[in-house]
């Protein structure tokens, strides 16, 4: 099988590295790829991975068997959509089914009429009828822009005046604002593998949104993750398929909107049961890193049989025992205006992922986005996890380069539960 996959960040490398040790796998490109990617999978060049027209016509020319799309963008532009009309098998879901990542109202919507337990909400259009809606909420105030802001359009504050003022900010660029009530209880990603119809749970991962230790700082596309979750109530996984995604996979379908390729809910785990917090149309980055560190089943085969909808017939993922880590190395600014051009060394050994680096003419590897690379770490439980990823961390040097110290401390402590009412 000929995989392409489309995307150049760690989760990309993840994917790639997943499918260069599958058997199944003959050749592999990532398109446009970074320099980490370079070492284990070809790159034909994209200009643009969201025209939908230079996709189809690279996995043409490259004779894609199956193209794995890694973000959300093409995703929503109609990449996928484009692929199948070209007869082409693609992981990833159309631009219609994708909305329930590219909007947030269109989320609660299909989860309102699913009887999905979520956050309530209230969108507010015009700036006149802000406060009369923040009256109708408590504090936490959770209020989020109602585009494409990968995690980072949202404001959880105390503080009503910093409520307003985002939000203000919010419709000031043109778009609607969603006011939720506050989720209480640690949080956790549960990436499902869907071909329309049939649900694959893989592991459930956490991952630390927010800049700094101890949820310091402002939130980012996310600093760190860990799989599996040890304090997990039991029968978390399955329990989230019965009544949140499947009836969700249910609803997109007898919509004429069916949901292939990876079905990502965003949960809080809160007193009263796994609420969700929002849901990704594709793989979310940093989680896929530790998730696929423990596949040991083949990613090829479980991602082609999505595409082709016969994940039925498939036999489930198996995994490694023991857990893995992932800690995210960002560039100086992140998440705001970040510097670019730094040299990066020790970024080859086992278990570095790259996300913003290129290789310079000179062969140096320099950082070239916000989140730099991705250390993975794995062991027999957490706590070994941990320390095999800092471990890795610290042979990696990236000048001004930001990242949080405790990535899977509180879990590995036995410190993070869920609520009792
Ligand atoms: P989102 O872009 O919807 O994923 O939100 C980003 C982050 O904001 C989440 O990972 C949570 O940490 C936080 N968040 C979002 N919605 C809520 C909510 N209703 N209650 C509490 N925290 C939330
Ligand atoms: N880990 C958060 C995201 O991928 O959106």
Redesign the pocket.
């Known amino acids: 099988m000929r995989v392409l996959v489309i995307g150049s960040g760690a989760r990309e490398h993840a994917l790639l590295l997943a499918l260069a040790g599958d058997p199944q796998v003959t050749a592999l490109a990532a398109a446009p790829g970074n320099a980490g990617t370079a070492a284990i999978a070809e790159h034909p060049g994209l200009a643009d991975a969201t025209d939908p027209e230079l996709v189809v016509a690279l996995a043409q020319r490259w004779r894609a068997d199956l193209v794995v799309v890694g973000p959300e963008a093409p995703l929503v532009a109609g990449v996928g959509d484009a692929l199948r009309a070209a007869g082409i098998a693609c992981f990833g879901p159309s631009a219609a089914a994708a909305r329930i990542e590219g909007s947030?109202a269109f989320a609660k919507d299909v989860m309102t009429a699913a009887g999905v337990p979520t956050?309530r909400s209230e969108a507010v259009r015009d700036l006149a009828d802000l406060d009369r809606a923040l009256d109708r909420f408590d504090p936490p105030y959770?209020v989020?822009d109602d585009g494409l802001?990968a995690?980072k359009?949202?404001l959880?504050t105390p503080d009503r005046d910093d409520a307003r003022r985002h939000a203000a900010a919010v419709l000031d660029a043109g778009h609607p604002v969603l006011l939720?009530?506050?989720?209480d209880g640690p949080?956790a990603s549960l990436f499902c593998v869907v071909d329309g119809t049939t649900v694959v749970p893989l592991v459930p991962a956490q991952?630390f949104?927010r800049l700094g230790d101890d949820d310091a700082g402002p939130?980012t596309g996310g600093m760190g993750a860990y799989a599996p979750l040890p304090w997990a109530p039991e029968g978390l996984v399955d329990d989230v398929v019965d009544r949140i995604i499947a009836p969700v996979v249910t609803e997109l379908a007898a919509r004429g909107t069916p949901f292939s390729g990876l079905l990502y809910a965003?949960l809080?785990l809160t007193s009263s049961g796994p609420q969700v917090?929002?849901f990704n149309c594709r793989f979310g980055d940093p989680e896929t890193q530790p998730v696929l560190a423990l596949l040991r089943s083949s990613a090829a085969s479980l991602l082609a049989a999505a595409a082709d909808g016969r994940l039925a017939q498939e036999l489930p993922p198996t995994w490694a025992p023991g857990a893995a880590v992932t800690v995210v190395v960002a560039a100086e600014g992140y998440p705001g205006a970040v510097r670019t051009g730094d040299v990066l060394r020790g970024a080859d050994g086992h278990g570095v992922l790259h996300a913003g680096t290129r290789r310079r003419d000179d062969g140096a590897v320099v950082s070239s986005g916000g989140r730099v690379l991705s250390v993975v770490g794995t062991g027999d439980d957490l706590e070994d996890a941990r320390r095999d990823a800092y471990d890795r961390l610290a042979t990696v040097d990236l000048p001004g380069g930001q990242y949080r110290t405790d990535i899977a401390r509180d879990a590995a402590a036995g410190r993070v539960a869920v609520p009792v009412s």
């Open positions: 947030k956050a959770v989020k802001a995690g359009g949202v959880v939720e009530s506050f989720l949080e991952d949104k939130n965003g809080a917090i929002e």
